[in-house]
């Protein structure tokens, strides 16, 4: 078994920090987080009958199959209130492109042998683009199975192949959020960003660095 | 609730087998012979009696049809179909009583996501148990037939029972009973299907050669079954399926799928889990905390001096 010497630095005097998300942005992400949450409950609720029980939660099955589409149409405000927010900054570039071909060091963690990284990695643009594809078809072919409202708007066959692709997508999606919610965790220090507004100087230079030097010289970044 | 009376072979969104109490089950059917049907609309009448059902008053458009469709009230609908005969010029009035099919593979049952809110008997009936509805049409979009309406009181589902708190007691469905013309007849499958037989025989002797039983394999057989004098062709009777079964979207969205898809996004969960447990946290080291701060040094005392900010601990 081999032995490592880990060297402890001395005492570290300053911190930096770095803006990363605004209040609002902040806010507006964790209603979306909440909202996608309560909508993934409710909807396996209805998905799986071993998960019928879930409907416990909102109140009974016809509570359940009341709020959903509900939860739905708030989901589709606030996720295009992030979007708003964010797709400049989700842009693909070449960076992204090299990122996906290193995904094996991305996995490791052996983040010096990727390029530097603006804002988003491309796993974190992947999320949004799929989010922002998926809402935008959930949306779509909830509307048409919204049967209180909108029953007898579309043939029945349409009705059906909307609910195999609103199933087929939520899947998708709920995959998406578990990725994301994993990376959340896994990358120390990320989840400060979302609830504090700022990451340390450290976190960006290892995860953001091309972010971080655009950042340096504004008011931005500061020390503490 | 279910009607206790009859044994339950199968409940929707339910992987439990209901038991049985009692020796083997007697499979029944209703048999509505199309060419003895006069449009009277009895059975409507019956049905609403029973049932305790009230129809709202409706308009004329034109067409016999009343109400135009099936309703959460109106559970059976006579539908008026004129149809030119090509073979000999007549004008062929087909009237056909619209309504549950009762199949043996009910689309309904399996695309309904409350548990027991959908049931199947022994004896065949289908029925809809309202406490356990929660009003999603999931039952709409299954059905092969385009039968269950959803109530926009209750927001609850609605169709044919077949009567089954009649047909638990020893009686007939009251359509049946009320039918002038012994059109629609109630009875075992086995001997419905003999009665139709004769009357099949009947009609072919008459001239219809494609006179036949409206028994579709594709849903397993129905326990309403249809006596047609023309049974090559059932989509001129005001537009019965010639071969309904369940359709492929809804057997893929309601098919085993569902369990490997649970499946994978638990395996998504524990991958990351392992996933942690073999790499460990992406932490930041004091290393990439220095650089940082050298590098936003660099930044502040460079070029722009955008008033730093300076905050104590």
């Known amino acids: 078994m081999a032995i490592d010497i880990e060297h402890l630095p001395p005492r570290v005097r300053t911190r930096t920090f770095i803006d990363r998300y605004s209040a609002f942005a902040r806010v507006n992400h964790w209603i979306t987080a909440i909202t996608f949450s309560l909508l993934a409950l409710s909807g396996l609720a209805l998905f799986h009958p071993s998960l019928y029980f879930l409907t416990g939660l909102f109140g009974g099955g016809a509570v359940t199959r009341a709020v959903h589409p509900w939860l739905g149409v708030i989901l589709l405000i606030s996720f295009a209130g992030m979007f708003l927010q964010f797709w400049r900054y989700n842009l693909w570039n070449r960076d992204d492109t090299q990122w996906m071909s ?78 994301h919610v994993y990376a959340g965790i896994w990358v120390r220090g990320s989840v400060a960003s979302m609830t504090r507004g700022r990451v340390t100087g450290g976190w960006a230079w290892r995860h953001h660095r091309k972010w971080l030097r655009r950042e340096a010289g504004t008011k931005h970044a500061h020390r503490e | 609730m279910a009607n206790q009376s009859l044994n339950l072979q199968r409940r929707s969104a339910s992987t439990d087998t209901p038991p049985v109490t009692g020796g083997q089950a007697i499979e029944v059917a209703k048999l509505i012979d199309v060419s003895k049907c006069i449009g009277c609309k009895a059975c409507q009448s019956a049905c609403l009696e029973w049932n305790n059902l009230r129809e709202e008053v409706g308009v004329n458009t034109g067409v016999y049809d009343n109400p135009h469709d099936l309703t959460p009230n109106s559970w059976t609908l006579m539908r008026f179909a004129e149809w030119d005969n090509p073979d000999n010029g007549n004008l062929e009035w087909l009237i056909r009583k619209d309504g549950c099919m009762h199949c043996a593979d009910p689309g309904c049952l399996k695309a309904c996501p409350a548990p027991g809110a959908i049931v199947q008997y022994t004896n065949g009936i289908v029925d809809f148990v309202h406490e356990n509805c929660i009003g999603c049409g999931y039952c709409i979009k299954g059905c092969p037939f385009n039968i269950p309406r959803v109530s926009k009181v209750d927001h609850k589902a609605y169709k044919c029972s077949l009567c089954s708190d009649r047909v638990a007691v020893g009686q007939g469905p009251a359509c049946a009973k009320a039918c002038p013309t012994t059109a629609i007849m109630f009875g075992t499958k086995e001997a419905m299907k003999a009665q139709a037989e004769k009357r099949i025989a009947d009609l072919k002797s008459r001239g219809f050669s494609n006179a036949g039983l409206y028994d579709p394999e594709g849903v397993g057989g129905t326990h309403v079954m249809y006596v047609l004098h023309h049974n090559d062709k059932p989509h001129i009777y005001a537009g019965l399926p010639d071969k309904p079964r369940i359709s492929p979207l809804v057997a893929a969205w309601k098919g085993t799928g569902k369990a490997f898809a649970l499946g994978a996004l638990a395996l998504a ?45």
Request: charged fraction near 20%; glycine fraction near 10%.
């Open chain 1, 102 to 179: 290193q995904i094996g060091d991305v996995v490791k963690g052996d983040e010096e042998k990727l390029p530097e990284l603006d804002k988003y990695n491309a796993g974190q643009k992947g999320v949004f683009w799929g989010q922002a594809l998926m809402i935008l078809v959930l949306f779509c072919t909830g509307l048409v199975i919204w049967d209180q409202y909108f029953g007898g708007y579309v043939s029945i066959e349409t009705n059906r192949l909307a609910a195999l692709i609103h199933a087929v997508m939520a899947f998708f999606a709920i995959m998406l959020i578990i990725v």
């Open chain 2, 269 to 313: 969960a524990i991958g990351a889990f392992v996933h942690h447990t073999i790499v460990g946290p992406n932490k930041v080291s004091e290393h990439d905390e220095e650089n940082a701060a050298e590098l936003v040094e660099e930044g502040k005392s460079g070029a722009a001096p955008s008033s730093p900010e300076t905050r104590p601990v």
